[in-house]
């Protein structure tokens, strides 16, 4: 099946890394996301990467993909109060691209 | 920056009644979405629509779900004789493209909260 777990929660200190995990079960991911919920808001795209790449970076977040283990990671650099949220994985399966499969999301609180 | 806007933001129905859901997608995308987040649980894909039909659903998307895109920028989701477990936040999703190298960025709607009482 298309099964995706993630830690439900994550605290950090402001200043700091914070590195968020996921594991899938579907090797046959074409796409892997990541998508950060604020409260009341909706799903924001954060960053995505294609399944024949190990690392993306994108300003402070990287995220890393070890398609050997199955597990993708997103890493905040110099964590800040405003990245607090819900943030969830997400991937496809290379045949039914834009159906995606999320997992139940990790809450990174960070304090001051 | 391109968003995809949803109405209304919440909405309390009765049982069995029917409910519109309203999406307007970013105006370039051909593909377009919906998914729901029942409190607690994870967002699951209920259907994608793509040149005008659905290209794929889910076995939640049965004959009470129905998806419309009325005009060239709407896209509907009714929801025929609403159960209490039909309660969820609603969300709606468009994208570019169908993947390839470019990639698939899906973007979603900020949701709407339906509460079936």
């Known amino acids: 099946g298309e099964d995706v777990e993630q830690s439900l929660f994550l605290s950090v200190r402001e200043g700091d890394s914070s590195v968020i995990n996921c594991t899938y079960t579907?090797?046959?991911?074409?796409?892997l996301y990541w998508y950060k919920q604020e409260p009341g808001a909706g799903l924001q795209l954060l960053t995505y990467i294609f399944s024949n790449m190990d690392m993306k970076q994108d300003q402070r977040l990287t995220v890393l993909l070890n398609k050997k283990d199955k597990h993708l990671s997103l890493r905040i650099a110099d964590t800040q109060t405003g990245d607090s949220a819900i943030y969830f994985c997400?991937?496809?399966?290379?045949?039914?691209?834009?159906?995606?499969?999320f997992g139940r999301g990790t809450q990174l609180t960070v304090w001051p | 920056e391109p968003e995809v806007t949803q109405t209304p933001s919440h909405q309390v129905t009765q049982m069995g009644q029917e409910v519109i859901l309203r999406c307007v997608p970013i105006?370039?995308?051909?593909?377009f979405y919906w998914y729901r987040q029942i409190l607690g649980q994870k967002v699951e894909f209920l259907v994608s629509?793509?040149?005008?039909?659905?290209?794929?659903k889910s076995e939640i998307f049965d004959d009470q779900f129905s998806v419309e895109r009325p005009d060239g920028s709407n896209f509907t989701l009714k929801i025929r004789s609403t159960k209490l477990e039909d309660s969820a936040m609603y969300f709606c999703?468009?994208?570019?493209?169908?993947?390839?190298?470019?990639?698939?960025?899906?973007?979603f709607g900020e949701g709407s909260w339906l509460t079936v009482v």
């Open positions: 997400a991937f496809d399966r290379g045949s039914t691209l834009g159906r995606l499969y």
């Open positions: 105006s370039n995308h051909l593909y």
């Open positions: 629509f793509y040149n005008n039909e659905i290209s794929e």
């Open positions: 579907d090797s046959s991911s074409t796409y």
């Open positions: 999703a468009s994208s570019p493209l169908d993947g390839g190298d470019s990639g698939n960025t899906i973007y």
